[in-house]
């Protein structure tokens, strides 16, 4: 897993998502990663907590920072700059 967690700072927006900074162990380099706001919903919803996107980041963050990191070593390309996890990635949790 090249990517680890930056610190623990991340930003949170309604209606867009959670954006947190990851750096590359191979080459040091900072990569910015988005939880999709749909996606955290949609998690919520599989757990019967409605559309609460905020207790599936708290819930999920670690695992939602191994998908991205994931994401990045199968070379998925960023998405205005950013390695997207999705409602697809959150699914199966």
């Known amino acids: 897993m090249p990517l680890r967690r930056n610190d623990d700072i991340c ?3 309604n209606l867009v998502g959670v ?3 990851m750096i590359d ?3 040091q380099r900072r990569v910015l990663c988005r939880v999709t706001f749909e ?3 949609d998690r919520a919803q599989i757990d019967n907590r ?3 996107w905020m ?4 819930t999920y963050m670690r695992a939602i920072e191994n998908i991205a990191s994931r994401n990045f070593d199968a070379g998925r390309m960023p ?3 950013r390695i997207i996890v999705n409602t ?3 699914r199966n949790l």
């Not at 207790?55 to 708290?58: D, G, H, I, R």
């Open 25 to 27: 162990a191979k080459t």
């Open 19 to 21: 954006t947190i900074a």
């Open 11 to 13: 930003d949170l927006q």
């Open 50 to 52: 409605g559309n609460d």
């Open 55 to 58: 207790w599936a980041w708290q």
């Open 79 to 81: 998405v205005d700059g």
């Open 88 to 90: 697809l990635d959150l």
């Open 39 to 41: 996606a955290l919903c």
